[in-house]
């Protein structure tokens, strides 16, 4: 990774506070100023994984008008924030037949289905999930690694974890998902396991998550206007300082 892009191997516009998005925005400006040509650009995009980020870079690159890379950032953005809002969704449908004690078989269903085409085998998938069950009892998974899932985890992997947490829950009890808490890096999934955990009712539960969801998703749109912007104005060769008072025109603390 480029020297000065400090969040980019890190970068996921749902959990990146407002002021380090605008801190990456700023330090590629800081790099196009220095190399003085779109090679900056190309480095950056090497190692750019975030998908609204990279085309992002792309179009600060490009030679397209700014009404057409508008356009574009608008679909990418509608086309990612369906996505994460769905698996925002299985996670809080998971918590909900957590807190009822639903059947996992049911859940399961609920779960593949929020795809609308099949994404999974659903009899492979739950004798996948008893197996991790025994090799998780066996000692032979470490449960402070195994439940890193987030909504950039893909369709099948993301199912299969969050039955293995139904599945734990009707064995062990909802206080034996506290065992995975430390193994926990989005926070939108450990605050699900929190409030099964707590024993909390599931309409309390769907409306806390539901309230969560929208918030971040508000936020992450946020994130990606003022990512727009920025990247706009180094295609436009903005001066540096005017997209530093462009992106604090965006934050709360600048």
Known sequence: MSE?????????????????????????????????????????????????????????ASTLDDETLRRMARNKALTLARDFRRKFRLIRQTACAMATGENPAKTLITLSGAFGMPVLDEARTMEQAQGLIETMRAGDLDPAVFPDISHLTRPEELILKLIFFVLWARRQGKTGLQAFLPGVSFPYLGDALRLCIDGLEEPFIRRRLDAQASELLIEASHKMRMGLELALAIKNRKPYDDLLAMARSFLLDM
């Open 4 to 60: 000065t892009s400090p969040v980019q191997t890190s970068l996921d516009l749902v959990t990146i506070p407002p002021a380090g998005y605008a801190a990456y925005w700023l330090s590629v400006k800081r790099l196009m100023d220095k190399k003085r040509g779109p090679e900056a650009l190309a480095d950056e995009l090497q190692f750019s994984t975030e998908p609204y980020t990279k085309l992002l870079l792309q179009a600060a």
